[in-house]
């Protein structure tokens, strides 16, 4: 079985990307992915620093590298802040990129090869496009496959209905196209 687990940038009650990542988070269980879901309100992250990284790995660190390392594929929901991802989501994956256990300085276990897909829902009409620009380049730096299909959802105080689905077809179909292009490539790749 293919296993996937879902990351969402935000831990704000009513989070339109907690939202995103719930729809699709069913979508990929639909579609016979093994998933995981990473609330990352539960995991105590430091911001990063060299000192900490040092003389104490956080556990909680450690604790989110190993759910990535055992992954196929990542997918990453994420709002868009100033124009890039939010400080939580890139320090989080700044924490699992580090080296532990003996490693090579240039590791990167938990994500080398593997697929990852990017979603972002946002406020504004362009939906955290440019956010999803950087967070596509942070992950090809760190040698992920990132496919090429991406769901924005603009204006997302709006789009979604009352059960949590999205109102218009086309970001609805999306998130369908998407999920189902990261089970298969995540499948291909760890085959
Ligand atoms: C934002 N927001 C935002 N939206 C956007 O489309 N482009 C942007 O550059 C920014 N910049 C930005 C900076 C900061 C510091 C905050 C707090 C917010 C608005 C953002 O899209 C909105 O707050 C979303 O609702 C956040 O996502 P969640 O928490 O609903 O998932």
Redesign the pocket.
Known sequence: MTSIAVI?????E???????GDLAAASLAAQGAALTRVDLATFDLPLYSAALEANDFPPDAQRLKDIFAAQDGLLF????????L?PLLKNAIDWASRPTGGEGLVALTAYRGKAAAIM????????????LMHLRQILSTIQMLVIPEQVVV?N??AAFAEDGSLKEALPASLVEMTTGRLVAVARALSG
């Open positions: 969402v940038g935000s831990t704000r009513g989070s339109f990307n907690l939202m995103l929901v994420s709002p868009e802040y100033n124009g890039s939010p972002s829902a946002s406020i504004s009409p362009f939906g955290g496009l440019r956010g603009p997302a105080h």
